[in-house]
């Protein structure tokens, strides 16, 4: 049981953090594939990353309902700490939230159990924020499409193995899909729907 | 007996709150500095937003929204664990965080007593004396309306 003398704070400079944030993630998802670091400082409950924290506290309002993992959901410490900084609500139907957090990406459920968005809204749709061992050490991976100079190649240490299997609905779903956000402790990489993927050499 | 202790820590800060919202931001300023405070943490730093502010026609009649109306707030934690919370009018961040440290220092067992001696009382009376102060005035120049039986016939 956390009681609110127990949560860790918020943002040390509100503005400032909450702009330079957005800003990494708004590169992130410019140059699909690009590292991006998360600098600002926060306060970060247990089973979440800096960067998570910091994602949370920008983004996150009383708006977007969001739905966590069973890592991220198990103590009520990362709901509690949700609740009082940003508001946000917490679901448990992952088909209509806005964000989903996943903690442990082994057991990163069926990408269809969310929102995809409309024809019409395609922005209606989940966005998923993925922690990540690595970001800079492991099997190469290439990326093709919108915002990257014919082929851009990440190294990352990701779980689960096939997600850019799964990802590959992306393809024939367009414009509705599902844009994906890698974190490993304070660096970001976003892939959104429009990135092609496939391991290097492949 | 828990439950009657937690009970008188809920309206002494209440109390409090009654008296630091209306008070102004300098006036808790320097009462707070005759207080030796204690470290410190932002849990939330002092913003300013909306609420909307709800009435009911003649006390109540139905409830509908008259407007918002701008406020601060803030929320500390001293390195003791005890957590202030700061609402107040206004856009001033300051007195916001003050308020949340008041809070905290009231619930604390080592300040509480020198909160309410050095700061809330101080204020309390002034609040006191300048809201009677205004009710004389008031009263001065009060006009009695009566209203006049007309005659029949």
Known sequence: MTTVAELPAGFADKVLSAQSTFRSVMDAMARPGSVQRIEAAAGVPAAMMRGTAAIALTLFDHDTPLWLDPSMSGTSEVTKWFKFHTGAPVIADSSICSFALIGDARSLPGLDRFAFGSNEYPDRSTTLILQVESLTQGPGIELRGPGIDGVAVMQAAIQPADLFERLKINQTLFPRGIDVVLVADDTIVAIPRTTRLAAKGG | ?153
């Open chain 2, 1 to 153: 007996m828990t439950a009657v202790r937690e009970n008188g820590k809920q309206a002494r800060r209440q109390a409090a709150m009654a008296v630091l919202a209306h008070s102004d931001a300098a006036g808790i300023a320097s009462r707070l500095e005759a207080i030796a405070v204690p470290v410190y943490e932002n849990l939330r730093e002092p913003e300013n937003g909306l609420v909307m502010v709800r009435g009911r026609i003649g006390g109540d009649g139905a409830p509908f929204n008259l407007g918002e109306a701008t406020v601060s707030r803030a929320a500390v934690r001293l390195s003791s664990g005890e957590v202030g919370f700061g609402y107040t009018l206004g856009r001033d961040r300051q007195k916001a965080r003050m308020i949340a440290l008041c809070d905290a220092l009231v619930q604390s067992d080592e300040f509480a007593d020198a909160v309410e001696s050095k700061v809330i009382a101080p204020l309390r009376t002034q609040m006191i004396s300048e809201r009677s102060r205004t009710a004389a005035e008031t009263a001065a120049t009060r006009v009695d309306f009566y209203t006049l039986v007309r005659g029949e016939g």
